[in-house]
């Protein structure tokens, strides 16, 4: 297979070709991680063609729940798989990527019931963030008349319980939480910025302002995860990484508009709990947290999205940026020298420890999202 090809070249099999190691040894024994030059190109084109070859449903268009071909379709997976191709297009834009983008539209709404409406606000916010990317990208119409659909649909699910906020889904309207409204602020955000209307920017403040009033630590910056889940107004304080990171990207995209300082230190403040917290990041070897497979499997590479774009910032303090990228490098190294099975360039969970024969879409999509962000480093010169 074409991805299998890719893997071969000098730098990035472990088993063949001279490669220019850098003598470092981080660990000791099997744990040992021992570091050599990687093209973080090769690296990232390897792993989306992974995506579009082993997860790909040819047939019926969109995307497998795992690379042994398991048609059992999730919605919001699907968002994020096409982020992924989007990423590899704009980076190297190859026909398959740029067909398998054009083939979404039509299987993931079939899929979907022959709508893009549904029962869940943050799914669909997902889609909209996904497919106005899309049109950004290739000016495709139909990816913008998705999106116009969706967001008025997605404003209806904004009321008053909890002093406000958009549910999680539609049939229970009282519970609020980060998933539904942080990337319905980034959205607002994005389409703002394409119509200049501002009733859109009204929006993406509001939704903002709710967040961090209701779910975000000002002292330490932790994003909690809902409110009001059993209609008692508790906050479930469950700690998710994907959490931390469309809080840091709706406050970038606030900050973008605004230039209003306080959203770019919310951004900051978030990230650094990220990093400090053992909750998220594993004290000893310094990796994201192990959050699972199924949803959890993309919560890691949710973060890494907008974690990347903070690191991209010009307005990032350098000592910000130097310890960020270096964060994300290191995750990075392990991942790719450690956690990836490079038969099949499949990864595993835990960035250290590679899969034998079977991952989940949402799993492969996290270390995917991962090596892209590593490439987009690596040309910016952070790495």
């Not at 993309?298 to 960020?324: M, N, V, W």
């Amino acid at each position: 297979m074409q991805f299998k090809l890719i893997i071969a070249i000098c730098g990035l099999s472990l088993l063949s070709c001279t490669k220019n190691y850098d003598d470092v040894i981080i660990g000791s024994g099997q744990s040992a991680l021992q570091k050599y030059n990687v093209d973080w190109d090769a690296a990232a084109d390897s792993s989306a063609m992974s995506v579009v070859t082993l997860f790909w449903n040819v047939q019926d268009k969109y995307f497998n729940k795992n690379n042994l071909s398991n048609p059992e379709f999730h919605y919001w997976p699907q968002a994020h798989a096409l982020d992924v191709v989007l990423d590899a297009y704009q980076r190297n834009p190859k026909q398959q990527y740029g067909n398998t983008i054009q083939q979404w539209l039509e299987g993931v709404r079939v899929k979907n019931g022959n709508t893009w409406l549904n029962e869940y606000y943050d799914d669909m916010e997902w889609i909209g963030l996904a497919s106005l990317r899309a049109y950004d990208i290739t000016r495709n119409a139909t990816f913008k008349t998705v999106v116009d659909q969706l967001w008025v649909d997605i404003k209806t699910g904004w009321n008053e319980t909890m002093g406000g906020g958009i549910s999680w889904r539609k049939a229970q309207p009282g519970y609020k939480n980060t998933p539904a409204n942080a990337p319905a602020s980034i959205l607002a955000s994005r389409i703002y910025k394409q119509s200049n209307n501002p009733a859109d920017l009204e929006w993406a403040v509001k939704i903002y302002d709710w967040v961090k009033n209701n779910l975000y630590e000002t002292g330490t910056g932790l994003v909690y995860d809902g409110i009001n889940r059993d209609g008692n107004g508790t906050i479930d304080n469950w700690k998710f990484t994907y959490n931390q990171g469309v809080f840091i990207g709706a406050a970038l995209e606030l900050y973008n508009i605004t230039k209003n300082t306080v959203y770019l230190n919310d951004a900051i403040k978030a990230a650094n709990y990220t990093l400090s917290d053992n909750t998220y990041t594993n004290s000893v070897d310094r990796l994201l947290r192990d959050e699972g497979n199924g949803d959890g499997g993309l919560f890691k590479g949710i973060f890494i999205r907008y974690f990347t774009q903070l690191i991209l910032h010009p307005d990032l303090s350098e000592a910000y940026k130097k310890r960020f990228a270096a964060f994300l490098k290191h995750n990075a190294e392990w991942l790719w020298f450690n956690g990836t099975n490079k038969q099949t360039v499949l990864f595993g969970t835990y960035w250290k420890n590679k899969p034998a024969n079977e991952t989940d879409l949402t799993t492969q999509l996290s270390g995917a999202m991962l090596m892209e962000a590593a490439a987009l480093l690596n040309k910016n010169n952070l790495f």
